[in-house]
């Protein structure tokens, strides 16, 4: 029991050093957006008269490639953000793998409008998570450029030794 208590208090002090860094709120923020992006809905479809809410795990079954990059994009986009969290010892990692997340970000956002515009369906209304993806790339460009302040700020303190 003592040991379990102690293992809970070493998470929680490691969890509050992350969250310390305004970067890794904002990488929070990402992950969280994808997870919103996967789960609710991001268009409503009206198909042989019947309204239908599709998410990207609704839509994907049996639907053509591009909605498979969206789902495969935001799970990637989504699941390194949470990784880059824990890089919070190594910038330049940190750095590398925000630079990835932009690309898949910026795949994610086209082949999103791709699939919606292209979609086979008479009706059909975009929710607000669409633009979803935008604030994964706002988000990303702020975590990158406080990231890139906390370099900047060490490599001054080491000048001053």
Not at 137 to 148: D, H, M, Q, T, Y
Request: glycine share 2%; hydrophobic share 55%; aromatic share 16%.
């Amino acid at each position: 029991m003592v040991k379990d208590i102690f293992f809970e208090l070493i998470l929680c002090q490691i969890f509050f050093i992350m969250i310390q860094r305004s970067q890794s709120l904002y990488l929070f923020l990402v992950f969280l957006s994808s997870l919103c992006l996967l789960i609710f809905p991001v268009f409503e479809a009206n198909i042989n008269i019947q309204n239908y809410l599709l998410s990207l795990l609704s839509s994907t079954n049996g639907s053509p490639l591009y909605w498979f990059v969206v789902f495969i994009s935001t799970l990637i986009s989504g699941f390194s953000a949470f990784i880059t969290i824990f890089f919070y010892k190594n910038r330049q990692v940190q750095l590398k793998l925000i630079k990835v997340n932009l690309l898949i970000i910026f795949l994610l956002i086209a082949a999103l409008f791709i699939a919606i515009n292209n979609a086979d369906i008479s009706y059909k209304k975009c929710t607000i998570l669409v633009f979803s993806p935008i604030l994964m790339l706002l988000f990303s460009f702020i975590a990158k450029r406080n990231i890139n302040k906390d370099d900047a700020l060490v490599k001054s303190a080491d000048r001053i030794r």
